[in-house]
C-alpha cells in the first residue's frame, strides 16, 4: 500500500485538541510528538474497515487465473484456488478475511487525526474535555523552510468504500480518508504512516511547525498557566489564545494575547 501525493491544497492551520493538561502539555508542546492511533483504536469502528466488493460470477475464473500467475514461487496453485474460489463465492470465509486483513494489515497502520475548525462547540466539548483542555495549532502548509505535517482531507459519506481483494490498483487514498457524514463537524484532515514507515505511535512535529496554543474556556487557572508556559517556552513562537464563551450566541469568542 502507497499513500497518494496528490492532494487538495490544505488550510494554513491545522488544530488537535486535547484534554488531560498534565499528559498533554508534555507531549505535545514540551516533547514535540503527535500520537498516530492505529485504525484499531479509531473512535469510529467502521473507519479504515472497508467491505470486501464481490465481483461478478463470470469474472471469478479470470481473477483466480490472475492471482495464479503472480503468486511467490513455490505457492501450491491448488492452494491459491481454493482460497480465491471461498473468498469469491462464500460470505462467511469472506468475513474472516475481511476482519484478518484489518487487523493485521490495516491495524498496523498509523492515523493522526486533525481538524481544520477551531471554533466548533462539540470539538471542544468531545475532545477537549468540554472546554478544560487546550488545542494546538499546526502548520497545515509548507512554508518556505517551515515543514507541515502532510496531511489530506477525508471525505464524508454514507456509504462506505470497498476493497477489492483482487486488484493491485486499490484505491487506498479513498478508503483510509472516508468517514460516515456522522462525524462531518469534524473537518478532520488526517496523516496516514504506512506499517513500512513506523506506522502507529508517535511522531516528532517538525521545527517552526506549531503555529497556536488555544486555552479553553473553561480551563482552571493552574492548567492555563501550565500551557502559557510551555507554549510561551516553544522556539517556534506560536500565537497564544484565550477562547472564551459568547454569551449573546452559541458561539465562540477568541482573544489574542500574544
Avoid at 125 to 152: I, K
Wanted: charged residues 25%.
Amino acid at each position: 500500500m502507497a499513500q497518494f501525493l496528490s492532494k487538495p491544497a490544505p488550510p494554513p492551520t491545522l488544530y488537535k485538541y486535547r484534554g488531560d493538561v498534565a499528559r498533554d502539555v508534555k507531549c505535545l508542546l514540551v516533547d514535540r510528538c503527535l500520537y498516530l492511533a492505529s485504525p484499531l483504536k479509531l473512535n469510529d469502528p467502521f473507519d479504515c474497515f472497508p467491505p470486501i466488493a464481490v465481483p461478478a460470477a463470470e469474472d471469478y475464473e479470470r481473477i483466480i487465473a490472475s492471482e495464479v500467475a503472480n503468486a511467490p514461487a513455490g505457492y501450491p496453485e491448488a492452494e491459491i484456488r481454493k482460497r480465491c474460489q471461498m473468498i469469491l463465492s462464500s460470505e462467511a470465509p469472506r468475513r474472516r478475511f475481511e476482519v484478518e486483513f484489518y487487523e493485521k494489515d490495516l491495524g498496523r497502520l498509523g492515523v493522526l487525526s486533525l481538524s481544520e475548525s477551531h471554533d466548533e462547540p462539540l470539538l471542544w466539548a468531545h475532545y477537549a474535555s468540554n472546554g478544560t483542555g487546550f488545542s494546538v495549532g499546526y502548520r497545515g502548509r509548507d512554508e518556505g523552510e517551515s515543514e507541515a505535517l502532510g496531511a489530506a482531507p477525508v471525505s464524508y459519506s454514507m456509504q462506505r468504500p470497498t476493497m477489492n481483494p483482487f486488484n493491485d490498483n486499490e484505491d487506498w487514498f479513498k478508503i483510509l480518508h472516508t468517514k460516515s457524514e456522522h462525524w462531518s463537524y469534524e473537518q478532520e484532515w488526517r496523516y496516514v504512516r504506512m506499517a513500512e514507515d513506523g506506522g502507529w505511535g508517535t511522531l516528532t512535529v517538525p521545527r517552526n511547525s506549531i503555529v497556536e496554543v488555544c486555552l479553553g474556556p473553561k480551563m482552571i487557572a493552574d492548567d492555563r498557566s501550565a500551557v502559557i508556559e510551555a507554549a510561551r517556552a516553544l522556539p517556534d513562537q506560536p500565537r497564544i489564545v484565550q477562547v472564551e464563551l459568547d454569551f449573546q450566541t452559541y458561539g465562540l469568542i477568541f482573544r489574542d494575547l500574544g
